[in-house]
Every structure is written in C-alpha cells, then in structure tokens.
C-alpha cells in the first residue's frame, strides 16, 4: 500500500543553523500539507500546498519557514535559521483530489533544536 | 476559529472491555470530524470521518463515532478493546465544504489495553 515517507527521522541541529525537512507523498496526490507537535503538545497546522503554490498558511508559518516542490517526487520544509522552540516532530501529508479526502500522514521528523 | 478538546489525555482499560474516548468542538461553521490513530514510531492513520449523513460513522478496526451537533461532540467508541489498540488517539476537525481543510487536532488521549 502507498505511503507517505519522511526523512530524516530524528535531526539534530544547532540553533541558528538551517535545516530542510523531506517529504514523498503519495504519487498520485495533488494536496501536500505540513504540521508539527511540540512535545506534549497538540498537531498543529503549518502549511497546505497545491498546484505548486501555498494555499494556506497558520501564524506560525513566518518568514523563517518556505516549503517546496523541487521535482515531482519531493516536498520540503526548510526552516532558515532554527530557534530552541522549532524542536518537535514534524508531519508531512498528503491526499488526492476529491470531495474531501483523507489526508494520509508520514511517519514524521523529530527536529531537536540544541 | 475551531478548537477540539479531549477530555482525557489517558485511558487504561483492560483487554474485551469496552472503551469510549472524548471529544469535543467548537467550530462557528459547519464541521468534518475525524478520529486518527498513532502507533509508536508511525503516522497518524485514519480511523473514521464524518463528513455528513447518519451521525453513527463506523470505521476500521471495530471503532465507531457518534456525531452530536446539539452537544458538539464527536466521541470514539469501541465495545471489546485488544492489546493492539494501545495507541495515541487524535480528534481533529476542520471546516466543512468550501472551508479551510486544514486540520484543528486535540491533544490526544493515549489508551492503554491492559491484559
């Protein structure tokens, strides 16, 4: 069964540095998401993507923050400089076109921020 | 804005009993209810979503939810729970057609099965 895959699985960074989160949807899917879970916190929403532009974006998606679509295969998340509070797990997902569709999640990146 | 609440952060229950997690909302507009699971070290994976029609959605795994617009709540139940079934459980919302389909999540509640 497809699946959405990330990686890395655990990144570890120094504050300051920038990192670039991957992601590879599902190949026939046209809707491309990113969320993230502080720890002990809720799945928060960042970012949807489609038709190679961001559709909508939360208040935490700031300057900092840019995703992209760089072939057919590939979405990521890069975060220019990272702060202490980017440390969390990041999810990418994905689904078709539809009515509403089940978007269907990664297995996620934990981002740790030293 | 939609928010969720989920009333219990953890459940134990014992392996065949019956089990029933929490969830409530609060949208302005109208409402998709969903229900993921996380496994450890996986994604979230769908349990069951109310779109619209019957309020008794049934979905994989033996779960169902009752959709209650009048008490804004969207609770999972299951009637005999497995060992399988320890898992982190997500009641998420997001805004009904034509709306934003970002997905408003609770903090989940993690339901431990007993034997």
């Known amino acids: 069964e497809p699946e959405v895959t990330q990686t890395p699985s655990h990144q570890v960074t120094q504050m300051g540095q920038e990192v670039i989160l991957r992601c590879v949807p599902i190949s026939n899917h046209l809707y491309f998401y990113w969320y993230r879970q502080i720890l002990g916190q809720k799945v928060e929403f960042l970012v949807s993507?489609?038709?190679?532009?961001?559709?909508?974006k939360s208040e935490i998606f700031d300057d900092q923050f840019s995703v992209e679509r760089p072939d057919g295969s590939n979405f990521t998340l890069k975060i220019r400089s990272t702060k202490l509070e980017d440390s969390a797990m990041y999810f990418c997902?994905?689904?078709?076109?539809?009515?509403?569709?089940?978007?269907?999640f990664g297995p996620g990146t934990r981002l740790t921020v030293l | 804005a939609q928010s969720v609440t989920q009333l219990d952060s953890q459940v134990p229950v014992f392996e065949e009993a019956p089990v029933e997690l929490r969830c409530n909302y609060s949208?302005?507009?109208?409402?998709?209810l969903f229900w993921y699971v996380q496994y450890p070290n996986q994604g979230l994976q769908l349990l069951l979503k109310?779109?619209?029609?019957?309020?008794l959605v049934k979905g994989i795994n033996g779960f169902e939810a009752e959709f209650n617009k009048s008490q804004t709540s969207f609770h999972l139940r299951k009637p005999s729970v497995h060992i399988s079934d320890t898992a982190e459980y997500f009641c998420?919302?997001?805004?009904?057609?034509?709306?934003?389909?970002?997905?408003?999540f609770g903090k989940g509640t993690k339901l431990t099965v007993n034997p």
């Open positions: 949208s302005s507009v109208s409402v998709y």
């Open positions: 993507f489609y038709n190679n532009e961001i559709s909508e």
């Open positions: 997902a994905s689904r078709k076109r539809g009515l509403y569709n089940e978007q269907f």
């Open positions: 109310y779109l619209s029609g019957s309020t």
């Open positions: 998420a919302v997001s805004e009904g057609e034509g709306g934003s389909e970002k997905l408003v």
